[in-house]
């Protein structure tokens, strides 16, 4: 199965407005490649609501930074044999930014190697 394909803000309320003119539901959905349960899903919350943008997600919110995310990936791809203690000490020195587990960020599990592969620098 393909993995979901989520519309960004711009795509959503462009939906709406298809929508609102008149296009029927199976055709906005087909000019996006989603499934129609996601147009549907869609225009009950913005009747309900009035907005497209999604609600706000529980759980922990982040701590990390896309800036810092770019940074881990890229000490990681230039030392590709490096453990996540070293990364994660070299994050602490490159930014201040304690990680207090390794495994926070071992990318699930992956090590660098195969981190690279999955980025295509192998």
């Not at 803000?9 to 996601?38: L, N, Y």
């Amino acid at each position: 199965m393909p993995p979901r394909r989520k519309l960004n803000e711009f795509e959503r309320g462009r939906a709406v407005a298809w929508f609102q003119d008149g296009v029927p539901k199976q055709e906005v959905a087909r000019r996006f490649h989603v499934s129609i349960s996601v147009i549907v899903r869609l225009i009950q919350r913005f009747t309900a609501t009035g907005r497209v943008r999604e609600r706000r997600r529980p759980g922990r919110p982040k701590k990390k930074t896309p800036r810092e995310d770019r940074l881990i990936e890229r000490l990681a791809l230039q030392t590709r044999t490096a453990s996540s203690s070293i990364i994660r000490r070299q994050l602490r020195v490159a930014t201040n930014t304690n990680i207090s587990r390794p495994y926070g960020i071992a990318f699930m599990g992956l090590t660098s190697v195969l981190l690279a592969q999955l980025y295509g620098h192998a």
